[in-house]
């Protein structure tokens, strides 16, 4: 009898191993993506000269002409906001090349700028090494300006532009692409599949963003918001880049069975190219803060742009925003106050260090004594994959427990923002999951006054 029951107990422990492994989870560099929380966009090309979102390829080089361009200072502003990673548009839809590339006569070798003797690519990628943040780089798949557009033979040009960004300018962290494309050209079909075998190849660390995937996803808007339920996880079978449900990128799948996060993309300004006119509508260092909460803090990373003006610089109020937006970061995130309450493993920064709960299975957070706040901090295990479909927090009112908030996927980071609280006691549920939860970091805090 004995020996039936151990086998019973090793079927069912071994039926949870197996469980556990099939779900997706993210490879080292997704995990080291997903870290990074905050990235930079830096839109710019010809568009920043004549005005435009989306230039036509008939633009003159000479028009670029950035006189004060300064990649220090663009790079040094962005990691004192901090920021991990700077990615430049090395050539948007109108197809000028911000590097000189020997493919084309449209890039900054026949701009007035530096007497076509500069290299935009270079000098971010220099200024990123030196500033300790990594580099990475959009390359426009749509060209309007290139003669073999639309044509079979357009794929090799544009893979020999991605070589040449791939190979010249040290290690690339990030290569981002979409699905753009002329609608003169509709027949235009992108070899997805070797673009990214070639970055592979030559960059084995960079992560791949498109709509969907590999790598990275686009969360299904720029206006800066995942979804309330967000899963790392998603099924491509049937997409590709261009031609995917923005709705279904937004929320994820908890039966998805890749594992590829979404990425949140958003403005600083209005447009994603600098417009002088726009100057007056930078958003501040709070609505910078909100649109963290609703990335970050929905399990996302923000890839935030911020554009370069015609001297080649961040603006003046783009630059004093973002440092507000981390100083308001810092101030509110300084101290955990469940810090000495429990278990180390949940407040040490370290996603491999965690407790387990099972569904209805209530952690209490044990203050001693009354404390004060209003956001919460919750992160999984995600090396293991993503559990969490649901669960409950409540505060402790002196007689019994009262509900704070309900929430439904946790993944890389959950942030909440409620109404403050005073209370001696926390009690956390999950009250739905794939598995078992592996709980790797909680948080409570007292927002900044600033924010």
Known sequence: MNYFLYLFFSLLVLSNIVKAQVLPKPSPRQLNWQQMETTAFLHFTVNTF????????????????????????????????????????????????LWPSKYTTHSVKNSLWRNGKGDVVKDIADACRKYGIKFGFYLSPWDRHEATY???????????????????YGEVSEVWFDGAKGKNAKDMVYDFNGYWQLVRSLQPKAVLFSDVGPDVRWVGNESGNAGETCWSTITTAGMAPGKADAAYLNTGDPNGKQWIPAETDVSIRPGWFYHEAEDSNVKTGKELVNLYYQSVGRNSLLLLNVPPNKKGLLGKQDAANLSDFRTILNETFKTN????????ALTDEQLNTYITLKENQPFIVDFKKDVSFDRALFQENITTGQRNEKALVEYWNGKSWDKLNEFTTIGYKRLLRFPPVTTTRV???????????????????????KE
């Open 50 to 97: 004549t005005n435009k979102e989306w230039g036509d390829g008939t633009e003159s080089e000479q028009v670029f002409n950035p006189t004060d361009f300064d990649a220090d200072q663009i790079i040094k502003t962005l990691k004192n906001a901090g920021f991990k990673m700077a990615i430049i548009t090395a050539k948007h839809h109108d197809g000028f090349c």
């Open 337 to 344: 106050l469940a810090a000495g309450k429990i278990p180390k």
């Open 427 to 449: 009690r956390i549920t999950i009250l739905k999951a794939i598995d078992p939860v592996q709980l790797a970091t909680v948080g409570f805090y007292k927002a900044s006054d």
């Open 150 to 168: 639309g044509t079979p033979a357009y794929n090799n040009y544009y893979k020999n532009q991605l070589k040449e960004l791939l190979t010249n």
